[in-house]
C-alpha cells in the first residue's frame, strides 16, 4: 500500500463507506478529513497521491477547498464528488483545475476505474519530477545554485526549517542571496499560499518606519488623510521577511520585540491592538553579538529573533560552485535581455575561480551582465566585462597580501575593488555617474564620495 487517498466528505457514513471499498479494491491507504479545513492540515503534515473531495459541503465547500489545494500543491490530483443535479459545480470545479468528478449515487466499478485512472496521473506526474530532478541534479534549489558540500547544507536548513513554524535568522554577507534563501523557506512552508512580504530596512527612511510596519488610523499626524494598512498586516497569515535587521534603531527593536512576544501591533493613532499571525525570517549582514556589546542592538530582542539561526556562506567558501551558478545565471539573464545563450571563455572562467568575490553572487551577477550585453559572440571574454589582462593580474594579486597587517590588506583590497568595481559601472555607463550611481543601488552622492576618496575620475571613461 504505497498510494495514498484523502477523502474528503461532512458525512461521515460516506467516508466510512468509501474507506472500506477503496482501500482494498485500488491496493492504497485511504485517510478521511470530514470539512476542507482538516483536509489542509492533513495536506500540510503528509503527502497524498490524490484528493477525493465532495463539492458540498458546510464551512469551506469543495471549490474554496479546490482553490487552495492547487495554490499551494498544483500537481496534486483532485477529483471532485458531487449530486446528479449539480453537474454545473463539477464543470466549474474541472475549470479550476479538478482532474475528474463523479456524480453521486455512483457504481463502485465505474469509481473505481475513474480513480484509478486519476491515480495513474499521479504516478506520471511524480516519474517525470523525479527524472527532472535527476536531470538537472540537486544543484539548483529554490533559485539557490550549487552542489557543493556547503550548499547541500543549507538545502537541508532549509527543508528543516521549512516545516516549523519558528522565527529564523539568516546571517551573511551582503549579495549572498539571503533575501532567496527566505523565500526558499516561505515556498516549502505551510504558509506558502500565502502572502511574502519583504521589508529591507536599509531603504526606508527611519522618520516612516514603524508607520510602514504597523500602519496608521487617519489623523495620526499631519498628512495622514485615511487610514493605512501596515506591512504586517499585509502579512497576516503569510510571512515576512526583515531585511538588514540589524540597522533598524533601538526604538523599532522595542516595538518588534513587543510584537515577537504578544503577536500584536498598534497602528499609529488607534487606542486598540490588532491580533497577528505572520511568521518572521529577518536577516543581516552584520555582527549583532557585537552590537550588542556596543549597547546598539537588544539582547532581549536578538534572543527572540534568533530562535532558528541560519548561516549562508560567502561565495569564497564554495567557490566549486561558481561555474554553475554563471551558467544559472547566463541562462536566466540571457533570456530576460533577449539575447542568444552566452557561455564563458575558458579565460574568463579561470580569473572567476581565482577571485575573492567581495559581493558574493551579487557582484558575479552584475559581471556576467555586463558581459551579456558587451559581448559580440557567444563566447564572453575578459575585456567584454572590462577586465584587460593587466586587470586580471591585478585580481589575481588581490588574493595574495597575507602577508600584509590586516587593515593595510583591507584597505588594500578595498581600494583594487572600487576602481575595478566603479571603473566598469562608469565604462558601461559612459562616464554618467548618475546612470552608475543607479545601476548600482546607490546615491549620486554617495558613489561620488568614494569616487573622491578612491581618485577615480568619470572623465576618463566618457565617449
Same mark, same amino acid.
Given at each position: 500500500m504505497n498510494r495514498s487517498i484523502l477523502i474528503v466528505d461532512d458525512e461521515l457514513d460516506m467516508l466510512q463507506l468509501l474507506k472500506r471499498s477503496l482501500e482494498p479494491d485500488l491496493q492504497c491507504k485511504a485517510e478521511t478529513a470530514s470539512s476542507g479545513e482538516t483536509a489542509l492540515k492533513?495536506?500540510?503534515?503528509?503527502?497524498?497521491?490524490?484528493?477525493? /473531495?465532495?463539492?458540498?459541503?458546510?464551512?469551506?465547500?469543495?471549490?474554496?477547498?479546490?482553490?487552495?489545494?492547487?495554490?499551494?500543491?498544483?500537481?496534486?490530483?483532485?477529483?471532485?464528488?458531487?449530486?446528479?443535479?449539480?453537474?454545473?459545480?463539477?464543470?466549474? /470545479?474541472?475549470?479550476?483545475?479538478?482532474?475528474?468528478?463523479?456524480?453521486?449515487?455512483?457504481?463502485?466499478?465505474?469509481?473505481?476505474?475513474r480513480l484509478e485512472k486519476a491515480l495513474e496521473r499521479s504516478s506520471l506526474l511524480k516519474e517525470n519530477l523525479r527524472l527532472h530532478e535527476e536531470c538537472r541534479g540537486?544543484?539548483?534549489?529554490?533559485? %539557490?545554485?550549487g552542489k557543493s558540500q556547503a550548499m547541500q547544507g543549507v538545502y537541508d536548513t532549509i527543508r528543516m526549517v521549512a516545516k516549523t513554524d519558528l522565527t529564523v535568522l539568516i546571517t551573511g554577507e551582503s549579495g549572498t542571496g539571503k533575501d532567496l534563501m527566505a523565500r526558499a523557506i516561505h515556498a516549502l512552508s505551510q504558509r506558502s499560499h500565502r502572502n511574502f512580504v519583504a521589508v529591507n530596512f536599509p531603504t526606508v527612511p527611519e522618520n516612516i518606519l514603524e508607520s510602514e510596519l504597523f500602519g496608521y488610523k487617519r489623523g495620526a499626524f499631519t498628512h495622514a488623510t485615511q487610514n493605512r494598512t501596515g506591512l504586517f498586516q499585509e502579512a497576516h497569515l503569510g510571512t515576512i521577511f526583515l531585511d538588514e535587521i540589524g540597522d533598524i534603531s533601538p526604538t523599532i527593536q522595542t516595538k518588534l520585540l513587543r510584537l515577537l512576544h504578544e503577536k500584536e501591533i498598534k497602528p499609529l493613532g488607534d487606542t486598540r491592538s490588532i491580533q497577528v499571525d505572520v511568521r518572521i525570517i529577518a536577516s543581516t549582514n552584520r555582527n549583532l553579538e557585537e552590537k550588542i556589546k556596543q549597547g546598539e542592538f537588544r539582547e532581549d530582542f536578538y534572543y527572540r529573533l534568533n530562535v532558528l539561526p541560519i548561516k549562508l556562506p560567502? %561565495?569564497?567558501?564554495?567557490?566549486?560552485?561558481?561555474?554553475?551558478?554563471?551558467?544559472?545565471?547566463?541562462?536566466?539573464?540571457?533570456?530576460?535581455?533577449?539575447?542568444? %545563450?552566452?557561455?564563458?571563455?575558458?579565460?574568463?572562467?579561470?580569473?572567476?575561480?581565482?577571485?575573492?568575490?567581495?559581493?558574493?553572487?551579487?557582484?558575479?551577477?552584475?559581471?556576467?551582465?555586463?558581459?551579456?550585453?558587451?559581448?559580440?559572440?557567444?563566447?564572453?571574454?575578459?575585456?567584454?566585462?572590462?577586465?584587460?589582462?593587466?586587470?586580471?593580474?591585478?585580481?589575481?594579486?588581490?588574493?595574495? /597580501?597575507?602577508? %600584509?597587517?590586516?587593515?593595510?590588506?583591507?584597505?588594500?583590497?578595498?581600494?583594487?575593488?572600487?576602481?575595478?568595481?566603479?571603473?566598469?559601472l562608469l565604462s558601461v555607463s559612459a562616464g554618467n555617474v548618475t546612470r552608475a550611481a543607479k545601476r548600482c543601488g546607490m546615491e549620486r552622492q554617495a558613489l561620488q564620495q568614494i569616487m573622491r576618496r578612491y581618485r577615480i575620475k568619470a572623465d576618463a571613461y566618457r565617449k
Open positions: 492533513m495536506l500540510s503534515q503528509q503527502a497524498f497521491d490524490l484528493v477525493l /473531495a465532495d463539492i458540498r459541503m458546510p464551512g469551506m465547500d469543495g471549490l474554496e477547498l479546490l482553490e487552495l489545494i492547487k495554490r499551494q500543491y498544483p500537481d496534486l490530483t483532485v477529483v471532485v464528488m458531487t449530486a446528479f443535479g449539480h453537474i454545473d459545480l463539477a464543470v466549474e /470545479a474541472m475549470k479550476s483545475g479538478a482532474y475528474d468528478f463523479i456524480t453521486k449515487p455512483f457504481e463502485h466499478d465505474a469509481l473505481i476505474l540537486t544543484h539548483v534549489f529554490q533559485d %539557490l545554485v560567502p %561565495l569564497r567558501e564554495h567557490q566549486e560552485d561558481i561555474p554553475l551558478i554563471a551558467s544559472h545565471l547566463l541562462e536566466k539573464h540571457c533570456a530576460a535581455l533577449d539575447k542568444p %545563450l552566452k557561455r564563458l571563455a575558458p579565460e574568463l572562467t579561470d580569473i572567476f575561480l581565482n577571485r575573492n568575490w567581495q559581493g558574493n553572487v551579487r557582484e558575479l551577477e552584475n559581471v556576467l551582465m555586463r558581459g551579456i550585453l558587451f559581448s559580440r559572440t557567444d563566447e564572453i571574454q575578459p575585456a567584454d566585462v572590462g577586465w584587460s589582462k593587466a586587470k586580471r593580474d591585478d585580481l589575481m594579486a588581490a588574493d595574495s /597580501a597575507q602577508h %600584509l597587517p590586516y587593515k593595510e590588506a583591507k584597505e588594500r583590497s578595498l581600494e583594487r575593488f572600487n576602481q575595478i568595481y566603479i571603473g566598469n
